[in-house]
């Protein structure tokens, strides 16, 4: 019999997912699964937990939004464990890059089926700081709202809340002088507004910042964009949701396996939300050598063979 741990942030979603968990691990035990269940306490808690206790188990299950999901990633990553995810976080764009909505029933329904894809796994560099990411890695603009998310307009969620606070950062963040290389090209320069890399097509809950974008891709789409002014930056912020920014005056898409940044001032670096480091000037975005198995629905098994 297939055996779950589920490793459950109780104040993701602003708290709620502790008042809501009995109600879920009730539905689990209906269920009859052979599960065991550990609570994190403190930030990156859920690493600690993956790393220790993942190969008791046959699922390591990712309850919360999306820092949870990147913290239980980073403790799995290298151990013969399944991954997986029951996503009650606010934004949850991991969740839904994949193919999984906001329905636990449904979460646990896809669970019990136990259908598998390798999903591709990034490296994100700050300086002398590492962390594996499972959707999409940036820096610029983009990660001072990630950073400010934690202190700011706690009285909003989701897009809203992000939304709210990218235009406050927008107004106050100032371009840093910044050289890129990707994979074996030359070196670029310029003044940066944003860069985003991974192997997800959304962020900051909803912002289709890499779209048409999926995990099952063996490497990264890139979105980056220099020497914006401040209209122009309003301007895609405010078509970003839909992805129309792609295509757009300013704005670059590509395809690459390793992106290199060196900054002239340290920018924070985020990945799901989680801060890899807040000033960082040496940056780099590589794929990491092996894929994460995951719990997947069958949607996004057929969505792969549509497009393989």
């Not at 706690?154 to 100032?174: D, I, M, P, S, T």
Request: a neutral charge.
């Amino acid at each position: 019999m297939t055996s779950y741990l589920f490793i459950v942030n109780p104040n993701a979603r602003n708290g709620d997912i502790g008042e809501m968990w009995p109600k879920v691990e009730e539905e689990i035990v209906r269920r009859g699964l052979n599960y065991s269940v550990e609570m994190t306490k403190e930030p990156k808690h859920a690493i600690e937990i993956a790393k220790a206790k993942g190969e008791e188990f046959d699922v390591v299950v990712a309850t919360g939004g999306d820092g949870t999901v990147n913290e239980v990633a980073n403790g799995l990553y290298g151990l013969n464990t399944t991954f997986a995810l029951l996503p009650l976080g606010n934004g949850n764009d991991f969740a839904r890059g994949i193919k999984f909505d906001n329905n636990y029933h449904k979460s646990l329904d896809i669970l019990e089926k136990g259908l598998t894809c390798d999903l591709t796994v990034g490296i994100a560099k700050a300086d002398e700081d590492q962390r594996y990411f499972v959707n999409i890695v940036d820096t610029g603009v983009g990660a001072t709202v990630s950073v400010a998310s934690f202190t700011e307009a706690k009285w909003l969620r989701g897009f809203v809340k992000y939304y709210y606070l990218a235009v406050k950062k927008l107004l106050q963040y100032r371009l840093v002088n910044c050289v890129i290389k990707i994979d074996d090209q030359d070196e670029l320069e310029g003044k940066l507004v944003i860069i985003a890399a991974g192997v997800g097509s959304r962020f900051g809950s909803g912002f289709q910042i890499l779209p048409d974008n999926y995990h099952f891709y063996k490497d990264f789409a890139v979105c980056y964009a220099f020497d914006l002014k401040k209209m122009r930056q309003f301007y895609l912020l405010n078509i970003l949701k839909s992805g129309k920014h792609i295509g757009t005056k300013g704005v670059q898409y590509i395809r690459a396996k390793k992106i290199s940044l060196k900054l002239e001032k340290g920018l924070p670096v985020e990945v799901e939300g989680e801060i890899v480091n807040f000033a960082a000037t040496n940056i780099s975005f590589e794929v990491a050598p092996k894929p994460l198995k995951t719990i997947v629905p069958q949607e996004f098994l057929d969505l792969q063979k549509e497009l393989s």
